[in-house]
């Protein structure tokens, strides 16, 4: 059999240019942004959390001397803007950056479609089919909420996050790292980039995802789960570069629940550096994700 490579940027004009089906003789494979371990193994990963966040993981750069704040605005104007609003035919431009910028500012937050509509001026029916091509196109996921009752009363919707949070900086204006180490969304953008990591690492194996947050409407709420069979390990998300007693609390409330974590161990993933156990708990450094990614 022959062996052929079609690859592109943009899975849609891709797909439409192929005239036959290729069932059962073809095989896709995803590339997304380069995750933090892939960085690591070429020796490119930046050497701060910071850096990390602001330089995201598209592969120009990292094989050619251009700063994310120049080549960012420019791929936001291309592929986002010019190829995505023709493919759904936007008539106001205006209106779809606008939708772009309020999905980079609601990064972490469970999704509420009516509310984004409001906010850019649309119906909600046209936000659910933006935020479709925006899925489809690899620009941004849905978290799912896990379904698991423990007779609470759970959320329903899922979470926004971005693939790479070098888009998210650049569309809520972050002009440099120094910039984004004090700007309201750290700690959104931090959660984003640890989630996505450990989302990469199932996409680069080619296993479907079992990721999912959990939160009910009384309050308590888990960064991640993450499904392992009959077990459930809760991991969360502190984007501070030391660990306080209070970052334990979400994890203990869910153990409780889940009988004390059986068989699961509680991750704590942090902005600093260094790990340790505490609580029962392993503290990890954001340093760690590509380990972690590898086999959560």
Known sequence: ???????????????????QSLAGRVGLVTLLPFSFGELKDAKQAPESMLSCLFTG?????????????????R??????????????????????????????????QVLNLSALAADCGINHNTARAWISVLEASYILFLLQPHHRNFNKRLIKAPKLYFYDTGVVASLMGIEDERRLGVHAMRGQIFENWIIAELLKGHTN???????????????????VIAEHGDSLQPMEIKSGATVAADHFAGLRRWCALDNGCTGVEPVLFFGGEGDSTRHGVAVRSWRTVAEIAARV
């Open 57 to 73: 993981g598209f592969p120009p750069l990292y094989d050619r001397p251009v700063p994310p704040r120049d080549w960012y605005p």
């Open 75 to 108: 791929y936001i104007a291309t592929y986002l803007e010019r190829d995505l609003h023709q493919l759904i035919q936007v008539r106001n431009l205006h209106t779809f950056q606008l939708f772009l910028r309020m999905c980079a500012a609601r990064v972490g």
């Open 205 to 223: 194996r080619g296993v479907p995802s079992n990721l999912y947050f959990w939160r009910d409407r009384a309050g308590l709420e888990v960064d």
């Open 1 to 19: 059999m022959g062996l052929f490579v079609l690859t592109g940027s943009q899975q849609f004009g891709l797909r439409a240019g192929i005239t």
